[in-house]
């Protein structure tokens, strides 16, 4: 399995090619393409979000790294067998209404992505409505909801509050700048996540809580 | 003691008779046009039109009166559009959007919308030595920029108030960030060097011509140079130390003593987040002053940085917590705020009241009259 540890040293270094590289060995040694995805990108994307989060890796790393990932998926998803295509769950992602801004937002689907979710990206500047449309059209798991700034955070109350008819099937966890666990706490979210790799585990503890409970 | 005095006094880390007051004087320590509204009409000094400062974060231009009236002690200089440039607007359904002096579009919902944001960013697809040479960058130079830059410069010095006098653009990262667009250019930075190395050079030397022709006018008259570099998020840099010393402090450290050349005015760096693991950089590149200190990002305690770096570097801000005290707390709260951070960073000077960033349009105005009267009550050396 030497070639999945070298697939997964390429992507925390950010090197696609490397790790295009390493992926064709991997499926001419006859490694199932689930493997390659669980041991090799999903695990380096898990040990990035952990250094990104220790401020061992700073955004430049964690992006490229998030590129060589999927440079590898890119070839290993096509092959997998219609029977291994589990995602571990979809996750609706967007910013609210009035707040334009996504690298942050975008930094947590990547890690989102790396972590083995299906990731629907709604964009910047999403009114509670589309939210709403959006859960009924993707039937997603996990709902959550970007904000850099105090005077666009409220929008998250009220998008919490469009989402309660669906509160039982889908758990919402929230982040940004101004956000706190308080926050959260106040406007009824599941979970908060401190930056892009607490998202991910939050998300992951949040699947469990709705696995336990359907 | 004039303002002018007070100001130069705390930025040379010396106790003036209070601490000098900072309102409006940069595009990031000012208030939004709400605000202001709500705070002029709590002050009952309503003005017909609120005059907008800064475009892009609806900052407003407060009135001479409103500055007097609650004893703010500097004042903005800030040069005029350029000739080839006019500021125009469109519309769709949802925004209004304009396109400014570096080709960057911005826009902003129509709907009860805050700002503008960056929508789209001019070099996106740009990453080669070549296309680089062959984009159009403004002129910074443009006579109509520095059109009565001087009068107007005379004029604040006549009444003594201290003058800062505002960039052309934002920061050199910054502009590579948005002519890129953030994502195109973090990945630059860890995969394309000699393309990133010859973007920020290009953006280097268009702020230095700025600066030196900016200073040649009014470089005797003012009392801080304004300059910015967002580097922080809120737990953390946005790129590693190393990276920064890589790519972006040869080119801060050339600036900064390029304008220190130029004038006795303090150097002015705003960088919001956690930027401590920078601060001996930045000090090290030439930078005198420090903005805005935003004490709720990461290793961001005022107690720490005022005994590490207090001697060094002077806290333009940091007066007050904005993401939660100054929107959300109680009156007291805000009082009490004001009272522990001037008791903090007042001591041998070195610290200009100002809020942490822009004051937003959810700050209710009573919540910034106890901030101004908290300043009054405590202020004083």
Redesign the interface.
Known sequence: MAVLDEIKESLME?DAEGVKAGVQQALAEGIAAVKIINESLIAGMQVVGVLFKA?E?????V??AA?AMHAGLDIVKPLLAESDVQDKGTILLGTVK?D??D??K?LVGMMLEGAGYKVVDLG??ISPDKFVKAVEEYKPQLVALSAL????M?AMKTTVEMLEPYRGQIKIFIGG??V?QEFADEIGADAFG??AGNAVEKANELIAKLTLHN | MNARERLITSLEHREPDRVPFDLGASLITGIHKTAYKNFTDLLNMPEKEVKIFDVVQQISTPSEELLRKIGVDTRNLSPLSSSQWTLNYSEDAEYRYFTDEWGIVW?M?LD???YF???KNPMAEIDTLEGLANYQFPDPTDDARFVGLRQRALVEHEKGNAIVLSSMSAGIMELGAWLRG??NF??D???RPEFTRALLNKVYEIKRQYWEKALNEVGDLIQVVQEADDLG????????PK?YRKFIKPLHKDLFEFIHSKTKAKVFIHSCGAVSDLIPDLIDSGVDILNPVQL?ARNMDPVKLKQEFGKDIVFWGGGID???IL??GSLTQVREAVKRQIEILAPGGGFVFNTVHNI???VPPENLMAMVEALHEFGNY
């Open positions: 950010g401020n890796i700073y955004v430049p790393e992006l490229i590129r009035g334009l801004h690298i942050g975008n910047v500047d700034l105090t005077t666009t409220v700048a101004p706190t401190a930056d | 826009r919902p009860n919308g805050f944001d960056m929508y953030f994502e973090f990945m930075l860890a995969l998020a809120q737990n953390s840099l946005l790129i590693s990276m709720s904005t993401q939660s929107p959300k937003q349009p959810d």
